[in-house]
């Protein structure tokens, strides 16, 4: 049973001063701590951070000045990314960016099954004995400090940029650009990694005095891997992403395009769900199951025969992936019951388990038993797991915690991943275990559904609609608004979908009906009677088919009332 929180209503004061906006608008803007017209034009009206905070960056213009420097001396330049979206897109970014002002550039994703996650010293020598002499890191490397001393042993200028949490210490490079770090003074501190790599492309244009040839360029690059990396929707983010959701529609990127033709999803259509749901888990399988160099070779396609084959070989991997997963998700579920079902930490370790796709399997444990989930593949003599948490508990702090057991970790509150030898796991697990006790203690671990207010059918419309617009892009950190209406009856129900998994409903308050969609519910077809009522959590969204458009309910839990 899900727990369901509904803020107080607005104040008469309150309601007075955003008069201009909805009635259920003004609700949704006080919950998300708005409470002037002022704030709620900033709200909706984001900017992206000045230039002058941009070469305010802790190490941002040095190590600007050091690519210049490559550019004009014809060094090799290495961009060293991450194998997932946001560190793909990140690469690509610089790759174009570097190339358009003339550098010597390459991409350098490692192998997320031979080399694992971040900077590795093989991949520098190999760099190193490749000619080149600056490498700059994207969306990774903010830990890696014996790496960047071993960069600098062998003669190989490092340049780090990202985003993930830093440790006390900083890598020794000739520059490190992560507005997480302790001093840097930078205002918003939520850029993803391809939003950090987008500030050192720009940084650059800035210096050459060819601002105005930058324009739009990348930012549609910087939308997908933002969403895709769940970075929080608000403040700089916000804009930023808008204004790449706007590029993405008019696009004429060859790979892009090729994407949504087989994903099928109409490019002038993309927004935020369809890249967290359909275009990023595409982009992140090839990472997952084999060479993330495959999306990157897309994304960067100019020859239209070239993407829409590696658009066909996403969507295979993308099948494979969903397939794996399941296969997983079902085991570790097993694993879990076995051994006497989940704790305040649930584990799920075993050497049949694809690295690749322990992250997507750690999230849906978690999902089933509300507990953090860390489910892993045991390599024999070093275990690597995948992490995902709940609210109540930031799970890479914990990590942090265990570090003198760990041989690599890092991540954020909700996902992280880490490395330990396989002696150390059970001391690893306990720890895990002890310290969860200490930070849950006296919690009630039970998920918890937010809604913005209480509405009635009447308050449901085109109207509300197009103000429910002027939200996106929404997503992790600026949430799709919910609403909650009660008592309602079902004149007919049905399931739907494949194995019956979904329910369609059409529902009545007595006088006017409405169309929804519960994804996930078949299971509850035989609870509704003629004489049942309900209440539903929803979110108010556009239904297109067969060319009719009609607004619907797309529901994310019920309630049945008590006869």
């Not at 997908?224 to 959701?245: C, F, H, Y």
């Not at 990472?287 to 897309?298: D, H």
Request: with cysteine.
């Amino acid at each position: 049973m899900k727990k369901w929180n509904i803020p107080n209503p607005l104040s008469p004061e309150i309601a007075a001063a955003l008069q201009d906006y909805h009635p259920v608008m003004r609700q949704i803007l006080v919950n998300r701590g708005i409470f002037t017209a002022e704030a709620a034009h900033d709200y909706f009206y984001p900017h992206p951070r000045t230039d002058e905070d941009l070469m305010s960056m802790h190490g941002m213009r040095t190590a600007a000045e050091r690519v210049l420097q490559a550019i004009s001396q014809n060094e090799k330049i290495a961009i060293y990314g991450d194998y997932d979206v946001d560190g793909v897109t990140a690469t690509a970014v610089l790759v174009e960016a570097l190339t358009y002002l003339g550098a010597a550039v390459s991409p350098y994703i490692p192998d997320r099954f031979e080399e694992g996650y971040g900077i590795n010293r093989e991949a520098l020598d190999k760099l190193k004995a490749d000619g080149t002499s600056l490498v700059i890191s994207v969306d990774c490397g903010v830990r890696s400090i014996a790496e960047a001393e071993y960069s600098r042993t062998i003669g190989l200028d490092l340049i780090i940029t990202d985003h993930h949490t830093p440790l006390p210490a900083v890598p020794d490079a000739v520059a490190v650009i992560d507005a997480k770090l302790e001093n840097d003074v930078y205002p918003y501190k939520y850029l993803a990694g391809v939003g950090v790599a987008y500030k050192l492309a720009r940084c650059l244009f800035i210096l050459t005095n060819r601002l105005e040839e930058l324009g739009t360029r990348w930012l549609d690059l910087l939308a997908i891997g933002t969403i895709a990396d769940m970075a929080p929707l608000d403040g700089e983010n916000r804009s930023l992403v808008r204004a790449g959701l706007d590029v993405i529609h008019t696009t004429d990127r060859v790979g892009l395009i090729t994407l949504c033709q087989a994903a099928g999803v109409n490019p002038q259509a993309v927004d935020a769900g369809s890249i967290g749901f359909i275009l990023g888990p595409r982009l992140n399988a090839s990472g997952r199951l084999e060479r993330a160099m495959i999306s990157y070779n897309l994304l960067v396609a100019t020859d239209a025969d070239e993407a829409r084959q590696l658009a066909h070989e996403l969507n295979e991997l993308n099948q494979k992936r969903q397939e794996e997963t399941r296969t997983v998700v079902e085991k570790s579920i097993q694993l879990v019951d076995a051994s006497g079902g989940p704790g305040l930490v649930v584990f799920a370790i075993s050497s049949e388990f694809n690295e690749g796709i322990v992250g997507l399997a750690a999230a849906r444990v978690m999902e089933k038993y509300y507990r953090p989930a860390v489910v892993g593949t045991d390599q024999g003599e070093t275990i690597r797991c995948s992490c995902r948490s709940i609210p109540e508990l930031d799970i890479t702090a914990v990590l942090d915690e265990c570090a003198n057991l760990l041989l690599h970790h890092g991540g954020h509150a909700a996902a992280a991943g880490f490395t330990v030898l396989a002696r150390d796991f059970p001391a690893l697990r306990q720890r895990i275990e002890a310290i969860a006790a200490r930070k849950l203690a006296g919690l009630d671990l039970v998920p918890t559904l937010s809604a913005e207010m209480v509405v009635k059918l009447t308050d449901l419309g085109p109207a509300l609609f197009r103000a429910l617009q002027d939200l996106q892009p929404t997503g992790y950190g600026n949430r799709a608004p919910a609403f909650i209406v009660r008592g309602l009856r079902s004149r007919s129900t049905r399931t739907v979908g494949q194995d019956k998994r979904h329910l369609k409903l059409w529902l009545t308050d007595g006088f006017l009906p409405i169309n929804a969609i519960a994804f996930g519910f078949g299971f509850m077809e035989a609870e509704f009677l003629p004489d049942t009522r309900a209440d539903f959590l929803f979110t108010y969204e556009k239904n297109e088919y067969n060319g009719t458009v009609d607004f619907q309910m797309v529901v994310k839990d019920i309630q049945i009332q008590s006869p």
